[in-house]
């Protein structure tokens, strides 16, 4: 069974070290966080690596969509600068070596999917293929927003645990098409947004015997965590954990 803890670090720690790098994971198992959310798309060799965006601007040196260029390319590129406002050597991984970092620290993992618009299959096999091969011995879950690459990635990977996102209602995306979703494929969990949450939403998906996750666009306050843990909330992605504390 899918058993994250109340915490799990945003893309490590992001508030506190260059996001979707292994100097953000490591800060976040320094601080005592035993799971990390990573963004997970692959390069134009089919490479999974950390990235959020759809282009390489916001947080790198390169610039446009990383599809055009090789890992051994991307990893050229300094993913620090952005964050600490001066050169760095601290660079973009793959998800291999955050798998042997996790495997290593015995650290959880969510691993969400990126895909760039027409590499959602590829980024897919791509993945499923790496966890095929690398016998990750640690809990994990893969979640997106991009709900085909889930029931696709459930069909390759079918022991796998799985979670849907969840960024607003809008365009006909109805909770009840969540739970559909979810019951048919045997997913384990929905996360929202903080912006669209309430004790409605999280009653209904815990009735249905799924683990309710929030995330948020700022980082969540320890009264805003706790208000949530206590309406039946299971895990918070944080982007700075200093003020919680962490047993």
């Known amino acids: 069974m899918l058993n994250p803890p109340k915490l799990i670090g945003h893309r490590g720690v992001k508030s506190l ?7 953000s994971i490591a ?15 692959i390069s134009r060799d089919l490479i999974p690596f ?32 952005v964050f600490y406002k001066h050169p760095t050597k601290i660079y973009i991984p793959t998800l291999h070596e955050v798998l042997i970092f996790c495997e290593k ?14 590499f959602e299959k590829k980024n897919v096999i791509a993945i499923a293929k790496l966890l095929k091969i690398f016998n990750f011995t640690n809990q994990y879950y893969f979640s997106s927003f991009d709900w085909n690459s889930l029931i696709l990635m459930k069909e ?10 969840m960024d607003d209602f809008n365009n006909n995306i109805f909770l009840s098409n969540a739970l559909e979703i979810c019951k048919k494929y045997n997913f384990s969990c929905c996360g929202f947004n903080k912006k669209v949450i309430n004790t409605d939403i999280i009653n209904e998906v815990n009735m249905s015997g799924l683990i309710t996750t929030v995330y948020s666009e700022d980082n969540l306050k320890l009264n805003e965590a706790n208000e949530l843990w206590s309406n039946g909330v299971k895990s918070i992605f944080i982007d700075d954990p200093s003020e919680f504390k962490i047993s």
């Open 50 to 81: 950390l990235l959020h965006d759809d282009t390489l601007d916001r947080t790198t040196t390169g610039e446009g969509s990383p599809t055009h260029l090789d890992y051994n390319e991307i990893k050229k590129l300094d993913a620090g600068i």
């Open 156 to 165: 390759l990977l079918p022991s796998a645990y799985y979670g849907l996102l």
């Open 27 to 41: 800060l976040a198992h320094k601080l005592g966080l035993n799971w990390v959310e990573v963004d997970i798309k």
């Open 105 to 118: 620290n015995n650290m959880g993992l969510n691993i969400e999917l990126k895909p760039n618009l027409g």
């Open 17 to 23: 070290s260059p996001e979707n790098t292994l100097s």
